[in-house]
């Protein structure tokens, strides 16, 4: 028996090691090893933005009016409120894609329902929202829904940020139904029939098997796309919502000076580009770390 036990492992080992069937390497939050796991930094685009908006500053403190405050120190001036701006935006990103994370799956698992008439409707709304503009989305959240709700004696006022959160929402709803949607339908069907021959319930394979291995397959795109919606945030101040880009217009106009367009807008894209780039470095090694082999 012991002999047997020590050849199984054996076995084992050598068909982990040297099978050639699909496996998605385990997650690990520690440096990876090698050529997948390994972070390898990006082009130094940050320095770049740098150097441009120095560059920037230089020319416009040439070009303003003798007495008038550098450029730099304006920037600095005015960089609280715009901080208070772009952690709006923040916080619309983290609100609507939790909502649309949370509305998104549900709405792929619809997709592969053995329903068709739950299927046809997953999928057009899934279509309808994914292709759909962004800002079309949030104007008609702007335009349909009402400025304030009222449930019994309870007025519940709904602030133009939080329309703005819903349209984005809707987006980010149709682009992960999709996302659970193919991830599902990646893994292996004898997953499925292996689980069926244990007896277990459509509901359990998915749960319990199915799922998790999806949220390794899920996470690199889901991580790009939170990343795409925080630049989208932007899209909010056409629609009214003072978050970074209506206030940079604002203190544009409080200075009236042609010198400070374009390092302000260069700040703020240095902002941007700050909080988006890691997120984008991590989504490529993710995508390193889990791929199928």
């Known amino acids: 028996m012991g002999a047997g036990h020590a050849h199984s492992r054996i076995l084992a080992g050598v068909i982990a090691n040297r099978s050639d069937l699909p496996v998605v390497l385990p997650f690990r939050l520690g440096a990876g090893t090698g050529a997948a796991g390994a972070w390898r930094p990006g082009p130094p685009h940050a320095v770049a933005l740098a150097i441009a908006l120095a560059v920037f500053v230089v020319v416009g403190d040439a070009q303003a009016a003798p007495g008038t405050p550098s450029i730099l120190t304006t920037l600095l001036k005015w960089t609280p409120l715009l901080a208070t701006g772009f952690l709006l935006n923040i916080a619309i990103s983290f609100i609507a894609m939790a909502a649309g994370t949370v509305a998104g799956t549900f709405l792929g698992l619809m997709q592969i329902s053995l329903l068709a ?95 998790p291995q999806c949220v390794k397959r899920m996470l690199p795109p889901w991580m790009n796309l939170y990343a795409i919606l925080v630049v989208g945030t932007a899209l909010a101040s056409i629609v009214g919502v003072n978050e970074s880009m209506t206030l940079t217009g604002d203190i544009l106009a409080a200075e ?3 010198e400070l367009l374009v390092p302000m807008y260069l700040y703020l894209l240095l902002w941007f580009f700050a909080y988006c780039y890691p997120i984008a470095r991590a989504t490529v090694s993710l995508e390193r770390r889990f791929q199928v082999r």
Not at 131 to 159: D, H, K, R, S
């Open 117 to 211: 008439p739950v299927r046809g409707v997953a999928w057009f709304f899934t279509q309808f929202f994914r292709n759909a503009p962004w800002l079309v989305l949030l104007f008609y959240c702007m335009l349909l829904l009402p400025f304030e709700l009222q449930i019994g004696g309870t007025v519940i006022p709904l602030p133009a940020w939080m329309k703005a959160t819903a349209g984005l929402a809707l987006a980010v709803m149709a682009n992960v139904s999709e996302l659970v949607r193919g991830a599902v339908q990646s893994i292996p069907f004898g997953q499925w029939e292996a689980s069926e021959a244990l007896a277990f319930s459509r509901r359990q394979t998915l749960w319990m098997i199915i799922l």
């Open 256 to 258: 009236n000076r042609t």
